[in-house]
């Protein structure tokens, strides 16, 4: 109940396919940029970026993010 609400993921049939919203550069919402499957096995994913549709990118964990050891 309840996980019908987004659509399936088409790639492994199993996950939900969930919006993601971003933050421009002016800080104003930008919803349903990017989704993503549920599933951690899948980890299809769909973005779109100045207008183009990249699909399957690379998750970015945050590691890159990581701040540094010092
Ligand atoms: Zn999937």
Known sequence: MGT???PQCRKC???DL???SDFGGQGAPIHYKAWVCSNPDCG???KIRNGDVYQ???VASGASHAPRIR
């Open 44 to 46: 299809f994913n769909i």
């Open 18 to 20: 969930l919006p993601l």
């Open 13 to 15: 049939q199993d996950g």
């Open 4 to 6: 019908d609400t987004w």
């Open 56 to 58: 399957n990118e690379p």
